[in-house]
């Protein structure tokens, strides 16, 4: 993991605040404010999208009875069934 060096101007109130909090949690303020910083980061991003298969149902109802949507294994089965391996 390689280091990025940086220099930043905090509020005096604010750096009192964070330092006071990072020696409560017993802790460095640098470990305070990476911590804070990944939480707004992983706040920002933005939600991975998950693929989502179309429905090509044919008719009303979509899946047979008793075929449910989180039975993958059974589902994979149904669409290879008679195609070889």
């Known amino acids: ?5 940086t220099s930043i101007d905090i ?16 802790t460095s303020l640098r470990a305070l404010l990476l911590e804070g910083l990944s939480e707004i980061l992983q706040r920002e991003r933005p939600a991975a999208t998950r693929y989502q298969m179309k ?5 009303a109802g979509g899946l047979v009875e008793g075929l449910e949507w ?16």
Request: with cysteine.
């Open 11 to 26: 509020p005096d109130s604010l750096f009192r605040r964070a330092k006071k909090l990072a020696h409560e949690r017993k």
């Open 55 to 59: 429905d090509c149902s044919f008719g």
């Open 1 to 5: 993991m390689s280091i990025m060096r």
């Open 70 to 85: 989180t039975d993958s294994d059974r589902l994979r089965d149904l669409t290879y069934e008679g195609r070889g391996a």
